[in-house]
């Protein structure tokens, strides 16, 4: 496709359980961005890649958190033992070149019970 | 301490009327994004500026490096208009974006 693609769109997951987002960035573009939006709440920036290094993942709420991108393509968040906190949307963008204009996929929802 | 200040938090236009959102950051910055967020959750960007100004359509960009400051302007505003405008700077080179916390306008017909 044309755009910045991730899946599932929806999730809902009971607490404790594991979940791996994916984001499909497009095809060329070298930055990847993952970010979270809680409910009424703004943007927050959770990691960036250049290629498929991070070069600071301070960003991460916890260390129930990871990232990988792999082939300079798609990226996979996880998030271990979820909490109820962790129900936000999640957003994946992706740039041509680090801090260019952004395109945003349509996010995932995550709802942990 | 907000790196990104954005104002105002909330506004209501009537249809027509010129509108302005401004936002002040504190950091060293290579260049400002401003985007809008639809009501139905979808972002887009709609301007990357470093200096000057930048227009597209009915939207017009500014930012002065000297000031930390930069505005976004809406003439003749629509009801399509109606979205959350976020400002973001990325901190260089870590990649990290510190956003606003974004101005919810209203433009009613």
């Known amino acids: 496709g044309a755009g910045v693609s991730q899946s599932p769109s929806n999730k809902v997951t009971e607490k404790g359980k594991d979940v791996e987002l994916r984001c499909d960035p497009i095809s060329g573009h070298t930055a990847l961005y993952w970010y979270r939006q809680s409910l009424g709440q703004g943007l927050e920036f959770l990691i960036y890649f250049q290629g498929n290094s991070a070069p600071d993942k301070s960003g991460l709420p916890s260390d129930r958190f990871s990232a990988e991108r792999t082939g300079g393509s798609v990226s996979t968040l996880t998030i271990q033992r979820t909490q109820q906190e962790d129900s936000a949307v999640y957003l994946c963008?992706?740039?041509?070149?680090?801090?260019?204009?952004?395109?945003f996929g349509d996010g995932t929802r995550l709802s942990i019970l | 301490k907000n790196e990104v200040e954005q104002s105002p938090q909330n506004l209501t236009a009537q249809e027509g009327e010129f509108i302005t959102i401004n936002c002040s950051y504190s950091?060293?910055?290579?260049?400002l994004h401003w985007l809008q967020q639809h009501p139905g959750g979808g972002i887009v960007s709609l301007f990357m500026l470093s200096s000057g100004k930048k227009k597209h359509g009915r939207l017009i960009a500014t930012i002065n490096i000297q000031e930390k400051h930069s505005s976004l302007h809406i003439t003749a505003s629509h009801p399509r208009d109606s979205a959350v405008y976020i400002c973001?700077?990325?901190?260089?080179?870590?990649?990290?974006?510190?956003f606003g916390t974004g101005t919810s306008l209203t433009v009613i017909p």
């Open positions: 950091v060293g910055i290579s260049a």
């Open positions: 973001a700077v990325p901190l260089m080179p870590s990649g990290q974006f510190y």
């Open positions: 963008a992706s740039s041509l070149v680090q801090g260019g204009p952004q395109h």
